[in-house]
T-cell receptor, first 114, second 116 residues
Framework: AQSVTQLGSHVSVSEGALVLLRCNYSSSVPPYLFWYVQYPNQGLQLLLKYTTGATLVKGINGFEAEFKKSETSFHLTKPSAHMSDAAEYFCAVSPFYNTDKLIFGTGTRLQVFP | NAGVTQTPKFQVLKTGQSMTLQCAQDMNHNSMYWYRQDPGMGLRLIYYSASEGTTDKGEVPNGYNVSRLNKREFSLRLESAAPSQTSVYFC???????????????FGPGTRLTVL
């Protein structure tokens, strides 16, 4: 069965530092991939998505992610963290074999220190 | 467009009480979903509806029932609430039809439920 692994339940960075949030999926067939962000006491909001085509995907708020088939990864990055980036981030996959559902990772909470 | 709306935002129940969580979307989406979010466990799918008139169990359906009232509305019912159902509940919707190879979901703001 398809699964998603997010390494690190908590990540802390200083303001202005690189943000790297890791996501790996298990599948022999590349799925569709998503990153969602959840700000405190809010619902989930789509940051970016990979479907087909360019493997480097740009999203909102300066985030981007690169799909690497050989590594079955879809890591999220941002060159320079801002205090407003503090939130929980979820990686999700929509597998080809069952498009009724999204499968979510357990989330990574990002803290940004001044 | 309001997107996906949920009511209520907060609810406290006593063990054994029942309640219905309401969800509506105004995007003309085909599919709707109910998730629960618990610390360290991400989002777990309770039930979903791939189209009006159909519902299917997700990962954690026990203790819940759902109704797809029409294309816009999808409700979640707890018949006899238990403390283990204390959680944050999210409704989501998607344009995807069954068999579509792409399923981007849009989420509501959530309902925080506490069962004492």
């Amino acid at each position: 069965a398809q699964s998603v692994t997010q390494l690190g339940s908590h990540v802390s960075v200083s303001e202005g530092a690189l943000v790297l949030l890791r996501c790996n999926y298990s599948s022999s067939v590349p799925p569709y991939l998503f990153w969602y962000v959840q700000y405190p006491n809010q619902g989930l909001q789509l940051l970016l998505k990979y479907t087909t085509g360019a493997t480097l995907v740009k999203g909102i708020n300066g985030f981007e992610a690169e799909f690497k088939k050989s590594e079955t990864s879809f890591h999220l990055t941002k060159p320079s963290a801002h205090m407003s980036d503090a939130a929980e981030y979820f990686c999700a996959v929509s597998p080809f074999y069952n498009t009724d559902k999204l499968i979510f990772g357990t989330g990574t909470r990002l803290q940004v220190f001044p | 467009n309001a997107g996906v709306t949920q009511t209520p935002k907060f609810q406290v129940l006593k063990t054994g009480q029942s309640m219905t969580l309401q969800c509506a979307q105004d995007m003309n989406h085909n599919s709707m979903y109910w998730y629960r979010q618990d610390p360290g466990m991400g989002l777990r799918l309770i039930y979903y509806s791939a189209s009006e008139g159909t519902t299917d169990k997700g990962e954690v359906p026990n203790g819940y029932n759902v109704s797809r009232l029409n294309k816009r509305e999808f409700s979640l019912r707890l018949e006899s609430a238990a403390p283990s159902q204390t959680s944050v509940y999210f409704c989501a919707s998607s344009e995807a039809l069954r068999g579509d190879a792409y399923n981007e979901q849009f989420f509501g703001p959530g309902t925080r439920l506490t069962v004492l």
